[in-house]
């Protein structure tokens, strides 16, 4: 009977602590399954595709956000850009410190529709970068990014003709996680930074 009671408290313990452990990965993989499927916009991270892939145009809207407790003017400094797929091409964001101290801030991103996600490549971005700026301080923020030519060939992302790809600036990965934001941002592939006077 001791022998019985002993594998159950050793099978509910090894439960417990396998339940403890899944809590502490669920982020990590979730982010994982977003990446590898590009589920829920969740962009695709790759290396550029060889020029003149295609010569299919589609369209990149960019959009900017702040989380209210970051005191910053973000913005995209262009409002589209018109690519063929397979091209490669650089676009920039600029924020400005609205507040009369440092502010550290920390971008996320994501794309839509949420079926593009899987077709839109990031080569290099700002996000997931705690970005600092001194007290008026205005500084631009490049990425470079391609569309994959099986967009077109995908029957569920065939007629995709413009593809939106958001920012949101936050204070902390806190801020992004309380909002909902962290579970569906987009990948970190890493920083390109320039400042501006």
């Not at 022998?3 to 050793?10: D, E, F, P």
């Not at 962009?43 to 956000?65: E, K, S």
């Not at 077109?152 to 996680?177: C, G, M, Q, V």
Request: aromatic share 10%; net charge neutral.
């Amino acid at each position: 009977m001791r022998a019985s009671n002993r594998t159950i408290g050793i099978a509910l313990v090894s439960f417990i602590a396998g339940m403890v452990g899944l809590s502490f990965a669920s982020v990590p993989l979730y982010r994982l399954f977003c990446a590898v499927t590009g589920y829920a916009g969740t962009p695709q991270i790759g290396q550029a595709a060889p020029p003149g892939a295609t010569r299919q145009v589609i369209t990149v809207r960019f959009n900017a956000n702040t989380n209210p407790n970051l005191p910053w003017d973000f913005r995209p400094v262009q409002e589209e850009i018109r690519l063929p797929l397979g091209d490669e091409r650089l676009a920039f964001y600029t924020a400005r410190n609205e507040a009369g101290t440092p502010v550290t801030g920390i971008a996320l991103y994501n794309v839509t529709p949420d079926t593009a996600g899987k077709y839109f490549h990031k080569t290099a971005c700002f996000c997931f970068n705690q970005q600092t700026l001194a007290a008026g301080q205005q500084m631009q923020f490049p990425l470079s990014f391609w569309v994959d030519p099986e967009i077109a060939k995908d029957p569920n992302t065939a007629d995709i003709h413009t593809i939106t790809l958001s920012y949101t600036f936050f204070r902390t990965l806190e801020d992004a996680a309380k909002s909902g934001a962290l579970a569906e941002a987009g990948p970190h592939v890493g920083p390109l930074t320039r400042q501006t006077p």
